[in-house]
């Protein structure tokens, strides 16, 4: 009996060792963040952190993009890989929250199958329209839709831009049709282009047309202006009190990755989020960091199953 008590503290002792020297040397080989899609908020996230990442440790960051299914063909790559640090993810509402209420065969589950490292930013979505549609603001666009009919473009079903959609038809009276593209940038493309004149979108996602005013901005989904965008009024002072979504994005590895490696990415994140110059980067994007603990993101993520679950079930929103 002591013999075998011996060997299985040796071998709890080693497993100990073993994590500790792989914290110490990782990350030691390129690390792989899965991105939804090109021009979306977490493919810009994800590649700008990645970026002070390379910096930070001399190892190259890469994107691999998956669009598709609101962000969860990406994640469930995540869900499903060796827990060693080197597969991680900008997880966000679509792929995490929304998604367990939209899929019936989801392939994961946010909680179980993840180990949160740090959330990274907080933005808002912004309502945007094309320059042809014969509206200055947020009233003008509601008496112009009870007339015509208007679709909206999302980045995805169950996204934020989908879910901000719908609260705005619930707290406008409108019956916008919801056109749902891969990504966030599939959907820019088309507002661009006026294939659909609506949209919710990141201030990151339409950055540069909002720059260029190649779009109109007529409202932010907070109940006060974003500190990112503060030209563009709030939720509140444009008549629609109610629109108010956060749009987040957080950095996940798979479950059971070892704990001395989730705190060492979550160290090395938090100090890169909390430099004055990456705050100003991401701000001037049109987001604010909002570096965490990893029981804090976790945390976070329960609390916005627990805030929109009840919401899209009441609302009949599905994934078709």
């Known amino acids: 009996m002591r013999t075998i008590l011996l060997f299985s503290l040796m071998v709890a002792l080693s497993g100990t060792v073993r994590a500790a020297e792989s914290a110490k040397d990782f990350p030691s080989k390129p690390i792989r963040v899965m991105g939804q899609g090109v021009g979306s908020t977490a493919d810009y996230l994800s590649r700008y952190v990645g970026q002070k990442l390379t ?8 994107v691999d993009n998956r669009a598709g299914a609101g962000g969860t063909i990406a994640t469930d790559v995540v869900a499903k890989a060796a827990p060693d640090g080197y597969t991680l993810v900008m997880g966000h509402a679509g792929t995490h929250v929304s998604s367990v209420s939209l899929y019936k065969d989801l392939p994961y589950d946010p909680i179980k199958d993840f180990a949160p490292i740090s959330l990274v930013a907080k933005l808002v979505t912004v309502l945007v329209v094309h320059p042809s549609v014969p509206a200055n603001n947020v009233q003008e666009l509601i008496a112009y839709a009870k007339q015509k009919e208007l679709n909206y473009a999302s980045a995805g079903n169950g996204t934020i831009s989908h879910l901000t959609g719908e609260l705005f038809n619930q707290v406008a009276g409108l019956k916008l049709q919801h056109v749902p593209y891969k990504s966030a940038g599939a959907a820019l ?14 201030p990151i996602t339409a950055h540069t047309q909002l720059k260029a005013g190649k779009v109109k901005a007529f409202a932010v989904s907070s109940k006060t202006r974003f500190v990112a965008v503060p030209d563009i009024p709030s939720a509140t002072e444009a008549g629609i009190p109610g629109m108010e979504a956060v749009l987040w994005f957080g950095l996940f590895a798979p479950a059971q990755t070892p704990k ?13 989020l909390s430099r004055p110059d990456v705050k100003e980067a991401i701000l001037v994007r049109g987001g604010e960091v909002a570096p965490s603990t990893p029981d804090e993101l976790a945390a976070w993520v329960k609390s916005e199953l627990k805030k929109w679950t009840p919401i899209i079930k009441a609302s009949g929103i599905t994934a078709g």
């Open 260 to 272: 001395s490696i989730v705190a060492k990415l979550n160290q090395t994140v938090v100090e890169i």
């Open 189 to 202: 493309t088309s507002l661009i282009g006026g294939e659909t004149p609506v949209s919710f979108l990141s």
């Open 55 to 62: 910096e930070r440790w001399g190892q190259t960051v890469v």
